[in-house]
């Protein structure tokens, strides 16, 4: 195989499993946070205001991981620099 | 493959560029300053107040509010910078209704910029309050062991808030562009609807998570009580 389907193929597939397996975490512990401060806010009624913004931001914590996989895959497809190193030696050629 | 607006170039001249994120970013400064100009030129404290004045004081109590219960007991303080910062990243995610707009902030180097004076303004106020010596001393807390992991929060938090914010409004931004070539009637429409709604959330959450990191760095510690150093 020649440098420039290895470097497609490799793209492609890390791109895609990087956001298939980098989003199970974060989609399973903001689950988990929502669950928790559901029954937080069963119990306490009265302390909603802190107890929901705490949870957006602990969301937002979580959620950034999915975000940093969603960008890595981001550049894999659409910003390569391997990918346009090899197009540019392929189009010099 | 249109990332972001950075990408929209509009007049060049040598190395100067000027591209779509600037001028939007700019539009939007004047829009805001302008349209607040214009709404408190006349502020009225009795009788009759105009509903733009009623719903500038509902924005600027709700903001000085939330700065209050995340910790910090002088909001008016900090009402400028965290204020700026929610009103901003708001502003630019409400205008996506506009056809044909889009958000400086699904550009790196806005939320770059944006997560840079965060960074610039957490160490300004916690030395305002505390003096150089007690802020820089915060560092050393609880051991000074943890200066160097310190130092890598501060600069990882930085880095964290700028990507949120970029991947958050990229990717609304891309999503809906995707659709449009696919399904071009109604579930754009919802896609747009997520994304207005993703971006208040995200607004809140930067100012929200700027005024958390304020609150640390002007944190009075408490002196460590004289009988334990007898014992």
Sequence with gaps: ?93 | MHLSSDQQILWQHGFLKLNGTIVTTWALMIVMAVGAKLITRRLATVGEISRWQGFLELVVTAIEGQIKEVGLSQPERYLGFLGTLFLFVATASLCTLIPGYEPPTGSLSTTAALALCVFVAVPLFGIEEQGLGGYLKSYMQPTFLMLPFNIISELSRTLALAVRLFGNMMSGAMIIGILLTITPFIFPIIMTALGLLTGMVQAYIFSILAAVYVAAATRVRQPKPASEGKR
Excluded at chain 1, 21 to 46: F, K, N, Y
Excluded at chain 1, 54 to 81: H, K, Q, R, W
């Design chain 1, 1 to 93: 195989m020649d440098n420039m389907t290895l470097i497609a193929l490799g793209s492609i597939i890390t791109a895609g499993l990087t956001m298939a397996v980098g989003g199970i975490g974060p989609a399973l512990s903001e689950g988990r946070a929502v669950a928790t401060a559901l029954s937080a806010l069963a119990q306490q009624p009265d302390a909603s205001g802190t107890i929901t913004r705490t949870l957006f931001v602990g969301l937002a914590m979580i959620e950034s991981i999915a975000i940093y996989c969603f960008v890595v895959s981001m550049i894999l497809i659409f910003a390569n620099p391997f990918w346009n190193h090899v197009i540019a030696q392929a189009v010099g050629k």
